[in-house]
């Protein structure tokens, strides 16, 4: 077990619009989910802390009104990217925490923003 | 906040050969640290882990040791094979800072058949 999954796989838009990305926990709970970004060539960057029932924490440098979380349930947290730019183009995955302790990701969701 | 340095950035190895990789940290509130491959493309996956408790662990080709006097921890793969060939990522968590995970850059392991 500990699968979590990641929807959409990849996404293209235009600049100005805004995107979602899901991700979920598909066999355990989670009270705790973290959205990282990850630019080629790049290790992952810790964007915020989602946690089920309250607002996320943000890391240093990450705007909070353009990257949206919501963690509505034990299984479901969301992370909608506003007013999309070409520089938000990234690699955006998602991870669970299981047992208090590890983090499972998701698959990943592709972002190109033209 | 927590820094992970890890190295070497690139590794290329003659398949059987063992690769290692190392780690340091510099938090000594960290207890957990988890090892990660990440193939192109894909996500990263959990290979190993080891928290602040002991000392060495080993599945299979795959060993983590962890010194917490000097705060390194080093991943060591025998017997290396192509398929071996991705990016690992060091990662270092500390339980009491919401379990936020601190990576390190990244190694890139060729394993050359």
């Known amino acids: 077990g500990a699968v979590v999954s990641q929807h959409p796989s990849w996404v293209i838009c235009k600049s100005g619009t805004s995107v979602k990305i899901e991700c979920r926990s598909l066999?355990?709970?989670?009270?705790?989910m973290f959205w990282y970004r990850q630019f080629p060539k790049q290790s992952l960057m810790l964007m915020a802390t989602?946690?089920?029932?309250?607002?996320?924490?943000?890391e240093q440098g990450v705007e909070k009104d353009k990257f949206l979380i919501n963690h509505a349930s034990l299984t479901l947290s969301t992370l909608t990217v506003t007013s999309a730019h070409p520089e938000d183009s990234s690699f955006y995955i998602c991870s669970a925490l299981r047992a208090g302790e590890t983090q499972y990701f998701g698959p990943g969701t592709r972002l190109l923003v033209l | 906040g927590e820094n992970v340095e890890q190295h070497p950035s690139t590794l290329s190895v003659q398949e059987g050969d063992s690769a290692v990789i190392k780690c340091t940290y510099s938090d000594s509130a960290s207890n957990y640290f988890p090892w990660y491959k990440q193939e192109l493309g894909k996500r990263p996956q959990l290979i190993i882990d080891?928290?602040?408790?002991?000392g060495e662990k080993k599945d299979q080709r795959i060993a983590v040791t962890l010194n917490k006097t000097a705060k390194h921890f080093s991943l060591h793969i025998t017997e290396t094979q192509p398929e071996d060939s991705a990016v690992y990522f060091c990662?270092?968590?500390?339980?009491?800072?919401?379990?936020?995970?601190?990576f390190g850059g990244g190694t890139r392991v060729l394993v050359k058949p």
């Open positions: 080891i928290r602040s408790n002991v």
């Open positions: 990662a270092a968590q500390i339980k009491a800072a919401g379990n936020k995970l601190t």
């Open positions: 989602s946690n089920e029932g309250s607002k996320a924490t943000y």
């Open positions: 066999d355990f709970q989670a009270t705790t």
